[in-house]
């Protein structure tokens, strides 16, 4: 179909979009990967488009101070194959290899994805993982919100009208500890009925630190803190997954139920545990 | 698709009652409703505008109160069509005494058809939620600038 007509801007520098988007009522363009085909529905007919795609330098993906810097408009792709990411945040180049097809991981980038923040998204789990600070700045205001602060609800993030997702700060990993996405893949749209991020860090054989997050189970992704601290605490892993998505809601749709939901967290977190640890040194 | 909770409203339940009921009160507290324009005996006109992410939509229904069991029970029917899409709620809502306020229980049913649901099945019982839980957050809002914490006397 065709979508609604709309006015389009392309600025070509930071300042110039945050002037363009100052108001809140425009609809950023990032890759595209969700917005356009929306927009193609008529499900969402913004008046003013702004395409982020002239904006230089906004896909950067450096190391500086122990942290790893990732662009607003860094693909999935881009991320998935640098050596950098690859090589100081392993979890997070996984989990972008698991993203939609190839096609989508081309086009669609990290901050489109986190803004739009489908519940059953790849990337939360992750960043809640890895502990990851998403700047956010505007023309008036530049400020850094932790992960486990920005996915609120389904679609809902603590972006303010007039404020765009600059980068992603993820702390870099010295190669030490243990890391695995594991997914559970919708067959049509492959977005995950449930995802799991893990990260083991191992100290005289027994697990010093233990960060899990998961997605597509719940309104939106979050950390299995319970979970966590048993690992912590020299539990089995079957019994630190028992509690994961204890007392939290979660989603039914026709291919899975609430409670198939849940046991397919534990299942997948026990897996993504399990080689987390044999990939712990 | 079936759906059901309870959301504790901080005032007596006969206040609570009455807020539940109220028109004015309702329409400021459901997401995305401009007002409510009384058309008939507990039947009002609404206009809602929806905006989920990039998904918007305007939706022109209506909202009825029906088989209302002064203090305890009502049921609080809405219908909207628009262009992405239609719905159609139907619940029972079932108040009753707990600390703090008044517990509200509902059990009902959420219809969405159109191209909304056709593209968007697996997100409907989530967003449904989220939906509802905002109804009620502002609904207990309105209740809190009421000035109303149990014991005050109504």
Redesign the interface.
């Given at each position: 179909m065709i979508p609604e007509p709309f006015e389009y801007s392309a600025p070509a520098s930071l300042q110039e979009t945050f002037q363009l988007i100052a108001g809140g009522e425009s609809?950023v363009l990032a890759g595209g990967m969700?917005?356009i085909p929306?927009?193609k529905?008529?499900?969402?007919?913004?008046e003013h488009v702004v395409d982020l795609g002239r904006v230089p330098d906004l896909n950067h993906l450096t190391e500086s101070g122990g942290m790893l810097h990732i662009g607003a408009t860094a693909t999935h792709h881009d991320i998935e194959m640098s050596p950098l990411v690859r090589g100081r945040c392993p979890l997070l180049a996984e989990a972008a290899s698991h993203i939609g097809d190839t096609q989508v991981r081309n086009r669609g980038t990290i901050g489109g994805s986190i803004a739009?923040?489908?519940?059953?998204a790849d990337y939360p789990a992750s960043l809640l993982a890895l502990e990851a600070q998403i700047r956010l700045a505007s023309a008036k205001s530049d400020r850094t919100v932790a992960a486990t602060e920005f996915f609120l609800?389904?679609?809902?993030t603590a972006l303010e009208p007039g404020e765009l997702i600059v980068e992603v700060l993820l702390p870099a990993e010295a190669g030490k500890e243990g890391y695995r996405y594991e997914k559970l893949q919708?067959p049509a749209?492959g977005?995950a009925i449930v995802g799991i991020a893990a990260r083991i860090v191992k100290e005289g054989g027994k697990i010093a630190m233990a960060r899990i997050g998961v997605t597509g189970m719940?309104?939106h992704a979050f950390r299995a803190l319970a979970a966590e601290k048993l690992l912590e605490s020299g539990a089995t892993v079957e019994q630190a997954v028992a509690t994961i998505g204890e007392g939290e809601?979660a989603?039914?749709?026709?291919?899975a139920s609430a409670d198939y939901r849940r046991h397919l967290a534990r299942v997948h977190a026990k897996r993504a545990i399990t080689v987390a640890l044999s990939r712990a040194s | 698709m079936k759906i059901s909770g309870a959301h504790v409203i901080p005032l007596p339940q006969e206040r609570a009652y009455a807020l539940l009921r109220d028109p004015v009160v309702l329409g400021r507290s459901m997401p995305g409703c401009d007002a409510l324009e009384q058309i008939g005996d507990g039947e009002y006109h609404m206009k809602m505008k929806m905006v989920?992410?990039?998904?918007?939509?305007l939706f022109d229904g209506k909202v009825r109160i029906a088989e209302p069991n002064p203090y305890t029970s009502f049921r609080l029917i809405v219908d909207g069509t628009g262009?992405?899409g239609f719905m159609r709620g139907d619940g029972l809502l079932t108040l009753s005494p707990v600390d703090g306020g008044t517990s509200v229980q509902y059990d009902g049913t959420v219809e969405v058809g159109g191209?909304?649901a056709a593209?968007?099945?697996?997100?409907?019982?989530?967003?449904s939620?989220?939906i509802i839980k905002r109804f009620f957050d502002k609904l207990s809002a309105e209740a809190a600038n009421m000035g109303g914490v149990v014991g005050s006397g109504g």
């Open positions: 609809k969700s917005l929306l927009m529905l008529r499900l969402a007919s913004p739009h923040a489908d519940p059953a609800d389904p679609f809902t919708h749209s977005f719940g309104p809601e989603n039914a749709d026709l291919y | 989920m992410a990039s998904i918007s939509g262009k992405i191209t909304i593209v968007g099945q697996r997100l409907l019982d989530t967003t939620k989220m």
